[in-house]
């Protein structure tokens, strides 16, 4: 199985200010066939289910923020929010879709400064 | 608009089974995969398997392995969960959620709005 490992377990971040999440993956994501991370983030706020915000590692999402940034390539993920808005309080995870078992990170909690 | 409506809570005591259901609209259902991922109170995300409406093709995790069933009934585009032998710990949020291909497993643009399994005697 691909174990996710995200951090840090949670950050408080101004309003305002860059918040950034780590996500690494045991092994790699990387699909040589096509040049795709096998990756995806999500944003689950309390009560709802998860939201997708970027897939191939750095895709956004049709109607997500220009502030929410995915980056990296075979193991090493990061998710930035550029301006952190009182409405990005939540839990983000990443997911890899690779391989089955598809598996998530533990979850970055992310509260306002 | 795609939409992906989960049953109602439920209640069960251990050792019973449950039965959760995912009515999908607004697109193809036989198009993409269906997966089932629960989330235990205060917990993180786990897969616990997915199915190909088009050809009831199944795959689980292997914890769930022999104690849960993923179905789906075309006519109806619903899918469904079921998970036997409760215990306890199976105490979680159940959601559905829709690939974005029936042919090689990808990101996840749409879930149901999730399912209270709580098992208490």
């Known amino acids: 199985d691909i174990v996710m490992t995200q951090s840090p377990d949670s950050l408080a971040v101004s309003l305002g200010e860059r918040a950034t999440i780590s996500c690494k993956s045991s092994q790699s994501v990387l699909y040589n066939s096509n040049n795709e991370n096998y990756l995806a983030w999500y944003q689950q706020k309390p009560g709802q289910p998860p939201k997708l915000l970027i897939y191939?590692?750095?895709t956004r999402e049709s109607g997500v923020p220009e502030r929410f940034n995915g980056s990296g390539s075979g193991t090493t993920f990061t998710l930035t929010i550029s301006s952190l808005q009182a409405e990005d309080v939540a839990v983000y995870y990443c997911q890899q879709y690779y391989s089955t078992p598809v598996t998530f990170g533990g979850g970055t909690k992310v509260e306002i400064k | 608009q795609v939409q992906l409506v989960q049953s109602g809570a439920e209640v069960k005591k251990p050792g019973a089974s449950v039965k959760v259901s995912c009515k999908a609209s607004g697109y193809t259902f036989t198009d993409y995969y269906m997966h089932w991922v629960r989330q235990a109170p205060g917990q993180g995300l786990e897969w616990m398997g997915w199915?190909?409406?088009?050809?009831?093709?199944?795959i689980y995790a292997q914890k769930f392995q022999g104690r849960v069933t993923m179905t789906r009934d075309t006519s109806i585009t619903t899918a469904y969960m079921e998970l036997n032998s409760l215990k306890s710990d199976d105490t979680a949020v159940y959601y559905c959620a829709r690939d974005s291909t029936n042919w090689q497993l990808r990101h996840w643009g749409y879930w149901g709005q999730g399912t209270l399994v709580t098992v208490s005697s």
């Open positions: 191939w590692a750095s």
């Open positions: 199915i190909n409406p088009n050809t009831g093709v199944t």
